[in-house]
């Protein structure tokens, strides 16, 4: 657990904010009635992690790492159920490795530095295995089940296709009902249907909203079996590290082999073939829950190859820690969350800062980043409030993740002295990636005044023309 959380806390402030964690920043922001107006149009799959997040701003704050830390945290726990679960499949030795192994692994680190949900997630359904090997000791007590079943229900609300963990765990059970040990079956069959009942409604309400949430995320071809280990792990050498790890432990106990790889390769295989129908829900993201699996076995793996002496399994640790450095040093860099736009929110709004006077307007133009405005508006100054020009509609009043913007733009400008402009990408004119109509608006009554570039973006200040005299 320490160990995770070290590396996960290292450097957790230095990458700027991503689009999905501007997203959370944005919801988390609302009142618990606006977010769960929200989840009704939209996002209703993390509503559990809103609200949660909501709760914690309102204690912590909304800096980096106040955002970020409920991931580390949740990343450190799963860290310990690794090692718990390790030790009760294939002993305590290669519980210690499987939890220190998962520290290590580059993704664990990158997604503990996320204020999304998905580290969150990992602990849930890591959680719910633990509490399924407890319940199948003792298969007779009711609380231990009614726990697996709770922890199920976490899992469902706070991701719902991370319930694919089932799968493993359902492998675990048919494997001691084929060997005659069914004492644990009637829990199990009671548990599943109880914790899944509690998801039903985000179900229902999630189906609805997949299209639209997922429209842009194209069908795997054969070759995403493959491809999505390196990106589930963060490291293409650290994912051939830990698979060849794991495939040493295949001596070790049955039922911690058919557990931890069903776990570990029936959800993504489940999620691809899925995948091919209207929505394809193919992201590795969706999958990290895996990885706890994959450390339990290459836990068991190391543990094996180096029995008895600990000096070899701490040099093997060593020497993958100095492998996955460069992975870990690049993760911290200050658009990593951000690869693909790399937008320096941070930097635009350090330039409206420095030139700012009362009065002044905005114009946010959303394209890719999605959340530009969002992202300026979270790195300027809370006293520092621009009204946005061509805004109709917030997205707070829309109940929505983005605003609506006035149908006639020239009827919407107020008479403004100065009006800054930010938009993605850096072209020459930043009015050239302003829609036509409002760009017209805009040129008819304003001169550009002065233009900066930050990475990904472009910052222009317009000034209005001078009123021609008759």
Same mark, same amino acid.
């Given at each position: ?168 765990? *359902? #492998?675990?059970?048919? %494997?001691?009902? $084929?060997? !005659? ?8 069959? /009671? @548990? &599943? ?103 339990? *076995? #290459?836990?068991?793996? %190391?543990?094996? $190859?180096? !029995? ?8 093997? /640790? @060593? &020497? ?151």
């Amino acid at each position: 657990m320490l160990g995770t959380l070290a590396l996960a806390v290292s450097g957790i402030n230095s990458p700027q904010l991503g689009t999905d964690e501007l997203v959370t920043w944005s919801v988390g922001e609302r009142s618990t009635g606006r977010i769960l107006a929200l989840v009704h149009n939209v996002d209703a799959v993390h509503a559990a992690y809103y609200l949660l997040m909501h709760e914690w701003m309102a204690v912590f704050g909304d800096s980096h790492t106040a955002l970020r830390m409920p991931s580390a945290l949740a990343m450190s726990g799963a860290a310990a159920f690794v090692a718990l679960i390790g030790g009760r499949l294939f002993g305590r030795r290669a519980g210690l490795c499987g939890g220190m192994l998962f520290a290590l692994i580059p993704v664990v680190s990158r997604f503990g530095q996320e204020a999304r949900s998905y580290a969150l997630v990992v602990l849930a359904a890591t959680l719910a295995t633990y509490l399924l090997l407890r319940a199948l000791d003792r298969p007779g007590s009711p609380w231990r089940w009614a726990g697996y079943a709770l922890c199920l229900a976490a899992v469902g609300l706070l991701h719902l296709v991370a319930l694919t963990v089932l799968l493993g765990h *359902l #492998a675990l059970v048919v %494997l001691r009902f $084929v060997r !005659r040990e069914r004492s644990g079956l009637w829990g199990f069959c /009671l @548990a &599943v249907p109880a914790g899944a009942a509690c998801v039903v409604p985000l179900v229902l309400l999630g189906r609805s909203q997949a299209s639209r949430q997922l429209f842009w995320l194209p069908a795997p071809g054969v070759g995403g079996l493959v491809g999505i280990w390196p990106q589930v792990f963060a490291s293409a050498l650290c994912a051939g590290v830990v698979i060849t790890l794991a495939a040493l432990a295949w001596k070790e106990g049955r039922d911690g082999l058919v557990l931890c790889l069903a776990v570990a390769l029936l959800p993504p295989l489940v999620m691809w073939a899925a995948s091919h129908g209207d929505v394809s829900y193919f992201r590795f993201q969706y999958v990290m829950f895996t990885v706890p699996a994959w450390a339990v *076995l #290459a836990g068991a793996g %190391l543990a094996a $190859v180096t !029995r008895p002496s600990w000096r070899p399994v701490a040099v093997g /640790l @060593a &020497v993958l820690a100095v492998l996955v450095l460069p992975d870990q040093r690049t993760m911290r860099g200050t658009f990593q969350h951000d690869v693909p736009h790399g937008a320096d929110y941070a930097g635009a709004a350090r330039t409206i800062e420095k030139y700012y006077r009362p009065g002044d307007a905005v114009v946010y133009v959303r394209g890719a980043p999605w959340m530009l405005d969002q992202g300026v508006r979270y790195y300027l100054r809370r006293d520092l409030k621009l009204p946005e020009v061509f805004l109709a509609e917030s997205a707070v009043e829309k109940n929505e993740l983005y605003p609506a913007h006035c149908a006639q733009p020239a009827k919407c400008l107020k008479g403004e002295g100065r009006i800054w402009v930010v938009v993605p990408g850096t072209g020459p004119d930043a009015l050239d990636a302003v829609p036509v109509h409002q760009a017209r608006a805009l040129s008819a009554k304003y001169t550009t005044y002065g233009t900066e570039r930050v990475s990904g973006l472009t910052v222009a200040l317009l000034q209005r023309k001078p009123q021609r005299t008759p």
